[in-house]
């Protein structure tokens, strides 16, 4: 749907930062949502490709294993006036008012993942941080992208280049004209 679908009542909306299938990406927070309505964005996918302004999401989430580190390690940025208002059926490991409490140690922390993950933080900082990943990630898209534009064998699903993803690039094999067949190829950058 589009922004104007979102009822101004909605609790939050819910984002799927980039969308990897086909190599749907928003770039920035979709213009036009409700006002005071929280943004809960799955950013599993493109989590530390590019700089974001944190301040426009209500929440945040990821899995390490797209970007950042194995398997078995999410990270959560949850504004605080978010926390505290878990459903009584909700386990206590997935309130995060008890998870902030505890500093992100309620249970047992899974230590490999968070090595691994600093160590790919350390990388990403002696590359210039998110500006130069960024900035490389772009380079390589538009390579990809540009050869696929050009090309009258390749296509890609998602026609208009400001929402063509950096981090998962589909290619659509055409035969006579026709996308008779379909391949897709993700292309994952760093």
């Known amino acids: 749907g589009n922004s104007r679908d979102v009822s101004e009542d909605s609790a939050y909306v819910y984002l799927c930062d980039n969308e990897t299938i086909e190599g749907r990406e ?62 009584p059926l909700c386990p206590v490991i997935m309130d995060y008012a008890v ?7 309620y249970n047992t922390p899974p230590t490999y993942p968070i090595y691994i993950a600093g160590l790919v933080f350390k990388w990403m900082l002696k590359q210039g941080g998110l500006a130069a990943i960024e900035a ?4 390589k898209a538009k390579l990809l992208y540009d050869m696929i534009d050009s090309t009258p064998f ?4 998602v026609a208009d280049p400001a929402y063509r993803s950096s981090m998962n690039v589909p290619l659509i094999q055409v035969f006579e004209g026709e996308r008779a067949r379909t391949k ?3 292309c994952s950058a760093p």
């Open 26 to 87: 928003f770039k920035t927070v979709p213009k036009g949502l409700p006002a005071g309505i929280p943004v809960v964005a799955d950013m599993s996918s493109n989590f530390l490709c590019r700089q974001i302004n944190v301040a426009d999401y209500g929440l945040i989430y990821a899995c390490a294993q797209k970007n950042f580190g194995p398997a078995g390690m999410t990270v959560v940025i949850v504004r605080n006036d978010l926390m505290g208002h878990a459903h």
């Open 184 to 186: 897709t190829t993700t």
């Open 154 to 157: 390749w296509s890609t699903p």
């Open 136 to 139: 490389a990630n772009e380079r």
């Open 99 to 105: 998870v902030a409490k505890g500093k992100s140690m």
